[in-house]
């Protein structure tokens, strides 16, 4: 480990070591021998994750930080947190590396992040989806929003009147 004040190289001691809260992750608070300034480090088990086929034919490694970015574009000014934000990330992470593929489509991560972003805010959802979509004109956020509004009736005739749900 290289200091990031003086640049001594492995001359560091590890003062404290705490899991993360899911097992997934390492915090190790350390002190340079050399200059006695103190940092800390994280360790994260490295998955082999599949490679992200875009809309054009490229490849490149899965970017978890790439989802990250997009939700937080489509939530901006809206009251979602940034551990929500991370933890949806994280979840969408961890379902396609337990796919165990090699490949997978952009488009099909995209899938995986609408519901979960539908289920956290939908004016969030919208933005996302007009642009993970593509819509062309007023028409696509008009569909978007009927289903929408389509889903949010169902639901709450369901709630307000448990007969219609059981079909009677």
Sequence with gaps: MRCPFC?????????ETRVSKDGREIRRRRECE???RRFTTYERIEESMPMVIK?????E???RNKIVHGVHAACAKRKVSQDQIRTLAEEVEREVGELGVSE???REIGERVLPKLKALDQVAYVRFASIYRDF???DGFAKELDALRGE????ERTDEHPAVAAGE
């Design 152 to 155: 949010d009736n169902n639901a």
């Design 61 to 63: 490694p899965f970017d």
């Design 7 to 15: 640049s001594a190289d492995e001359k560091d001691k590890v003062i």
């Design 136 to 138: 062309r004109d007023l």
């Design 104 to 106: 997978i489509a952009s």
């Design 34 to 36: 050399a200059c006695t």
């Design 55 to 59: 809309g054009d034919g490229r490849r």
